[in-house]
């Protein structure tokens, strides 16, 4: 030990901790030797027995130091490299990595039905009409398999599920003997699979694997006893959207609205249900709760009413009637399969291959059918075999899932939102991304609501900061902008009730619409067919107020309509252009009458202060133009 020699007392030792390899290892212990044992040990050559110590002591260093980088590097998602690590950050941070995507894409669905003679003339018996269940298969000439989503069901049509009638074939005396039907329903490429579990004793946060690798999505699970369990975001979730069929039996008040809104919104209490992980084998991995079905949570989590009590089961002391541990046995987050045999249903296919050309998903695969009964089996078997199917654009969206580097960025976007809707963006997106089948929302506009003082007489607004008025419209079945239906807003309501901040209340409201006619004069260059730049003129001018390009409180600027106008090839002078209000229900026109001159400021035509949108209605009447001659 090294000594002062002025005090006679032990000299501090100096610890060097920048050293992170070998040799620095190896150096520092050679110089810590030489500074504080000098008389002790001074041959350092390589030979020398003592050398092996110091080296080995720099082997063990240069271990520990890489583990230890190497475990805080995994702690961080933009330095992780291992993959495991990667995917449990990603979960924990609310982010769910994708093992494979299918590719989707519209069927062309048709099938032939008879034609029935009614009151002396031929109409398609529909009494033939299949209604072929989602789920039902198709394939394509290059491999892939899709299935429908939703019910090709032929007995009926409506705006959102419409149906082309034709006639396919006349018979002997030219009187039409089938028709074809057809409906468009959207398919993605997959395969339904089933493996099924046997589960013994209760067994808390139960876990399975599935054993097929390019799983895309859980479509359900029951157990032996016919209870169903269902996916959550998390097990502390116990509701979820139940999609319920919009007649007179579920909700008489809504069921007018059902050829708009087929399928309504309702919160389910789930307290079966589970959770999916994709593991970095690329299996699927199911997670259920850890609740006992067969107990009430009181039993085991008491009363505090009943404490000191000294009820019959002993639950008489603080320490034992609440212990934090009993809450993981409860139904909170949800309750754990036991003594069953559970059947996984579940969606199989999808990747880069399932990307297939147009015009290639022509063969029939399983058809789901229902049909009416006591029919002539005969042709009604004649019937099943005509159905057939097309697709006329390519099959998209199939892809290979997730890669590393896509699970770190889609997991830093995500977090940022962590499925709320925070700012008015969220709401608008949140608002449009409502399935269709709840009813379609075409615009959306959010402003923080405001309410008229009472402090004062004056018509003074204040704002209100813990509510939000949501401005919306839909298309008709012409595509023309519409109010949303009743049921349409009451699903919109249920359904941005799981997203919406604890403080925001949701105001769901009507946007004004204003319909606007256009007039313009243009000169000509000569040597130009006039009736020709004319057309290409309305041509533009269609395109560009297109409503699909128009927003709610978008204002019109004059100087862009002018500048599409004048960039039109043969135009040399634009003369005039006006823009008129159209307005009146009986002329098919929205009610209300707008100002435009006096909302024109500077060359831009801007919209009412309550939130509005202008429409050009009727664009093959309501575009004019006229070529000025001198």
């Keep these: 030990m090294a000594y002062n020699k002025i005090l006679n007392t032990p000299k501090e030792k100096e610890v060097k901790y920048l050293n992170k390899d070998f040799n620095s290892f190896k150096n520092q212990l050679i110089e810590f030797t030489q500074t504080y044992f000098p008389e002790n040990f001074n041959d350092f050559s390589e030979g020398n027995p003592g050398m092996m110590f110091l080296e080995m002591a720099s082997y063990v260093g240069d271990v520990l130091s890489f583990y230890t980088d190497t475990q805080i590097q995994e702690n961080f998602l933009s330095t992780a490299q291992d993959k495991e690590s990667i995917y449990n950050m990603a979960y924990a941070m609310g982010y769910k990595p994708k093992l494979t995507s299918a590719a989707s894409v519209n069927l062309d669905i048709t099938q032939l039905v008879p034609s029935k003679l009614i009151g002396g003339s031929y109409e398609p018996d529909f009494d033939y009409a299949l209604n072929i269940r989602a789920n039902s298969t198709f394939e394509s000439t290059e491999g892939a398999t899709f299935y429908i989503t939703q019910d090709a069901n032929f007995t009926y049509s409506s705006s959102l599920s419409p149906m082309n009638v034709s006639i396919f074939q006349y018979d002997s005396s030219n009187n039409p003997e089938y028709y074809l039907l057809k409906k468009t329903i959207p398919s993605i490429s997959a395969e339904v699979k089933t493996q099924s579990f046997t589960i013994g004793e209760i067994e808390r946060f139960k876990t399975l694997t599935l054993l097929d690798s390019n799983i895309i999505s859980i479509e359900s699970i029951e157990d032996s006893d016919g209870n169903r369990y269902y996916e959550v975001p998390y097990l502390a979730q116990d509701t979820i959207f139940e999609e319920i069929v919009n007649t007179g039996a579920n909700d008489p008040t809504l069921q007018q609205y059902s050829n708009e809104t087929p399928y309504l919104i309702k919160l389910k209490k789930v307290p079966r249900r589970f959770i999916t992980r994709i593991k970095p084998n690329n299996r699927l991995e199911i997670q259920f709760g ?125 977090f940022s939102t962590q499925n709320r809707t925070v700012t008015r963006e969220d709401y608008i997106i949140r608002t449009l991304s409502m399935p ?191 070529v000025t001659t001198y």
């Design 436 to 626: 269709p089948q709840f009813g379609s929302v075409a615009k959306a506009y959010i402003t923080q609501d405001d309410q008229i003082s009472p402090l004062t007489t004056e018509p003074n607004r204040i704002p209100n900061p813990l509510a939000l008025n949501l401005y919306t419209l839909g298309y008709d079945t012409n595509k023309k902008l519409s109010l949303l239906n009743t049921a349409t807003k009451t699903n919109l309501a249920t359904y941005l009730e799981q997203y919406r901040m604890l403080t925001d209340a949701i105001n769901i409201k009507d946007a004004f619409i204003i319909n606007i006619a256009l007039d313009f004069e243009i000169t000509t260059f000569k040597n130009y067919n006039n009736e020709r730049v004319l057309l290409q003129c309305v041509t533009e001018l269609k395109n560009y107020f297109n409503i699909d390009n128009w927003q709610i409180n978008q204002p019109i600027v004059l100087s862009d309509v002018k500048n599409l106008i004048g960039a039109v090839d043969g135009v040399q002078t634009i003369e005039t252009v006006t823009i008129t209000n159209k307005s009146g229900t009986l002329s098919g026109y929205s009610q209300y009458i707008y100002p435009i001159n006096l909302a024109t400021r500077n060359e831009v035509i801007y919209p009412s202060l309550d939130p509005s949108i202008f429409e050009i209605k009727f664009p093959n009447t309501d575009i004019r133009g006229s």
């Design 290 to 414: 850890a609740g006992i079905s067969d107990k009430a949570d009181e039993q085991i989590i008491p009363n505090p009413d009943n404490i000191g009590l000294g009820i019959k089961d002993g639950r008489s002391k603080l320490d034992t009637a609440y212990d934090p541990s009993n809450f993981l046995y409860t139904k909170a987050y949800g309750q754990v399969p036991a003594n069953t045999t559970l059947t996984v249903t579940y969606l199989v296919g999808g990747g880069l291959g399932s990307n297939v050309n147009s015009n290639t998903i022509t063969t029939t695969g399983t058809l789901l059918t229902d049909t009416k009964p006591n029919l002539d089996q005969g042709l009604l078997n004649f019937i099943k075999s005509t159905v057939s199917s097309t697709n006329v654009e390519a099959a998209k969206g199939g892809g290979g899932g997730d890669t590393v580097e896509d699970i770190r960025l889609n997991t830093i976007a995500s």
